[in-house]
């Protein structure tokens, strides 16, 4: 079982910039045996895939509404997944949730991902 704990969301305006954080741990845990993926789900709204990282962090996927904004990237000794948010938009606001899988490809879904944080919210302001 992994347990996994995201941080760094607050309030920011339009144009500015956060760092999320996403803390891995779980007894006989192995954290570079996980892929790793951010979502997000605003009020109303499904949860929408943002981006995904593969088991060495070689390789990655966005989706389209953060491609070139977001960037996602992990620290396999420090069990830790990031996700630095550029250029935010008033849209952008949602609760962002982390998630560990085991399969990597380009347009994953929330039940391809096994575990998932508390989310941490991230509110845009105009």
């Known amino acids: 079982q992994v347990q996994l704990v995201e941080s760094g969301g607050g309030l920011v305006q339009a144009g500015g910039s956060l760092r999320l954080s996403c803390a891995a741990s779980?007894?006989?845990?192995?954290?570079?045996?996980?892929?790793m993926g951010w979502f997000r789900q605003a009020p109303g709204k499904e949860r929408e895939f943002l981006a995904t990282?593969?088991?060495?962090?070689?390789?990655?996927y966005y989706a389209d509404s953060v491609k070139g904004r977001f960037t996602i990237s992990r620290d396999n000794v420090k069990n830790t997944v990031y996700l630095q948010m550029n250029s935010l938009k008033p849209e952008d606001t949602a609760v962002y949730y982390c998630?560990?899988?085991?399969?990597?490809?380009?347009?994953?879904?929330?039940?391809?991902?096994?575990?998932w944080g508390q989310g941490t919210q991230v509110t845009v302001s105009s």
């Open positions: 998630a560990a899988g085991r399969v990597f490809g380009p347009r994953p879904s929330a039940p391809d991902f096994g575990s």
């Open positions: 779980g007894h006989t845990f192995t954290f570079g045996t996980y892929v």
């Open positions: 990282i593969s088991w060495s962090g070689a390789s990655t």
